[in-house]
């Protein structure tokens, strides 16, 4: 958890400067948490313990920035950014940032200045497609399956709540920024009778944001220092980078986990141990499970052996499961939550371990995904950690969910019965979606990692590389896109262990579009390996 230190006095004068920035700060607010780059105030409890605070008024004084800092810095959210002429993009960090080159990157053109896939590459790419998309009507159009979006569901949804009508009540403040009670109780039932079954989910331990984003960076906000590492299996969702980074300043670090291999703890100290040499804490660690890209669920053993080594280590687990409730494999199990697999293995853990759990298990989940409602923006929280709860009350009012949307939701989800059918329904979609791009793939002898869960297929086209280079994939993708009209997400951007990988989101789009994506894809392919050949 973040604290005024005297370690932020080292900072330059003029980020001093903005850190005093506050012309009151009153603990019984809900705005009483307050942060200017790296100096924060979370809830009255960091500035008892700095400001001996007791509730009453703290008075600052209200200095200026230099003029000369104010004509050449653009000041947002706490973060200063030298801006473009359109204010489109960052062209560079605030002095002394620790955040990489790629996340200021123009939308001129697909890669850093390092060659790397860029998140502004990714979505200039998206938005050329999006001119011309594939549609029944016109099948020339480019087909998108780089969106981490299930639309296959959504009308059923849309019948549901569309003739609901809010209360006057929605339109006031609600009763509290980190969730309406009632969206909280409905949040706990679902989640209780469908991925964490078997244990009772109190309303109380929930958190609701404006989407999971939302809630990732807020909680890395809270328990990491700036440059604080956080092991992040890999390959992994690309929008990771941005969500650690950008506010937050953590470093992510990637590291492939083989469950084939074993010794999952091994391997996490082997991930650490990097770091430590490169004079970074792991803070925590971030396991998307089902995961984003590989549309696999990691085994139950796995995630007990992640929960050990945190908890003999004193490292939060961030369990991501927003695609808890996707499961579409015709012999795959119900997922369970990694809250439910803990407290089901916790009489065989030391006394000592069992005590952190509260503390350090943190699990995501939300609308977006699973209920194809990405639009809501409705992300949650679970975790028993009183601070973090304590610190949500005020930072959640950055990141509210409006009464309207809590409200709506609420009604959708205190439906069982509608629940279950939407549920089952949207398995059986996304279960027919896969079988169609996988039985493509398999005629057209494109080689890809089996799926179970999600909406992700992952692809290998190394083969198809005149050389094992990103240089190499980045002109294949370019080539898909251009040639093809079929856009993928490009392994790079994940993280990938080797050039040659490529995500399929294959949810966003008709289901008929799957096997004219790879028809398309098989022509450029043999196109290329002649040209190698040659």
Same mark, same amino acid.
């Not at 990489?100 to 050329?128: H, K, M, R």
């Not at 703890?265 to 499970?289: C, H, K, Y």
């Not at 939701?409 to 279950?420: E, G, K, S």
């Given at each position: ?106 939308? #001129?053109? *697909?890669?850093?200045?390092?060659? /790397?896939?860029?998140?502004? =590459?990714?979505?200039? +790419?998206?938005?050329? !497609? ?122 992510? #670090?990637? *590291?492939?986990?083989?469950?084939? /291999?074993?010794?999952?703890? =091994?391997?996490?100290? +082997?991930?650490?141990? !990097? ?130 949307? /809590? ?128």
């Amino acid at each position: 958890m973040r604290e005024f230190t005297d370690q932020h006095k080292t900072k330059p004068d003029f980020i001093q400067q903005c850190s005093t920035n506050l012309r009151k700060l009153n603990c019984s607010s809900c705005l009483c948490c307050c942060k200017l780059k790296n100096v924060s105030l979370v809830k009255g409890k960091a500035v008892k313990q700095s400001r001996n605070c007791t509730g009453d008024t703290f008075e600052a004084p209200l200095p200026q920035l230099p003029a000369e800092i104010c004509q050449s810095l653009s000041v947002a959210r706490g973060r200063a950014s030298q801006c473009c002429p359109m204010e489109q993009v960052w062209l560079g960090p605030w002095p002394g940032s620790t955040a990489p080159p790629a996340f200021y990157s123009t939308l #001129s053109n *697909f890669t850093d200045e390092d060659n /790397q896939i860029s998140l502004d =590459g990714l979505s200039a +790419a998206f938005q050329n !497609a999006r001119q011309r998309p594939w549609t029944p009507e016109d099948q020339e159009g480019s087909i998108i399956c780089s969106v981490a979006e299930n639309k296959l569901n959504a009308s059923m949804l849309h019948e549901r709540i569309s003739g609901l009508q809010p209360p006057l009540s929605c339109l006031s403040y609600p009763a509290s920024y980190r969730g309406t009670p009632e969206c909280r109780n409905a949040m706990a039932r679902m989640a209780q009778r469908t991925f964490m079954k078997g244990i009772e989910v109190d309303p109380t331990n929930l958190v609701i944001q404006a989407g999971a984003g939302a809630i990732l960076d807020t909680l890395f906000w809270l328990i990491c220092e700036p440059n604080d590492a956080v092991l992040i299996p890999g390959p992994i969702y690309p929008a990771f980078m941005n969500d650690l980074q950008v506010r937050d300043e953590a470093h992510p #670090s990637i *590291f492939q986990l083989d469950e084939q /291999q074993g010794d999952v703890g =091994g391997q996490l100290e +082997a991930a650490s141990a !990097a770091e430590a040499e490169q004079g970074r804490a792991v803070r925590a660690i971030l396991l998307t499970n089902p995961n984003n890209p590989c549309g696999i669920i990691y085994k139950p053993e796995t995630v007990m052996e992640i929960v050990k080594w945190c908890l003999r280590n004193n490292v939060h687990i961030v369990s991501d499961e927003v695609y808890a409730n996707s499961v579409f494999g015709r012999d795959t199990p119900d997922f369970v939550s990694a809250v439910v697999l803990v407290r089901t293995e916790a009489s065989s853990l030391p006394p000592e371990h069992v005590e952190r759990i509260p503390e350090l298990l943190h699990v995501v989940f939300g609308m977006s995904k699973d209920f194809c409602a990405s639009g809501l923006r409705i992300g949650v929280l679970h975790t028993r950690n009183a601070a973090i709860l304590q610190a949500m009350d005020n930072l959640s009012y950055f990141h509210c969910c409006s009464a309207h949307t /809590q409200w709506i939701v609420t009604q959708a989800l205190a439906d069982d019965a509608f629940i279950d059918s939407f549920i089952a329904r949207n398995r059986q979609l996304l279960r027919n979606s896969y079988e169609l791009l996988s039985g493509a793939m398999d005629k057209a002898g494109i080689p890809y990692l089996p799926a179970c869960a999600a909406m992700f297929l992952w692809i290998d086209l190394g083969a198809w590389l005149s050389e094992p280079t990103w240089e190499e994939e980045n002109l294949l993708w370019e080539a898909m896109m251009n040639e093809a009209k079929v856009l993928f997400t490009p392994g790079q951007a994940c993280k990938a262990e080797r050039p040659g990988f490529f995500r399929v989101c294959w949810a966003w789009v008709p289901p008929e579009a799957l096997p004219i994506a790879v028809s398309r894809l098989k022509q450029l392919l043999d196109a290329r390996k002649k040209a190698i050949s040659n």
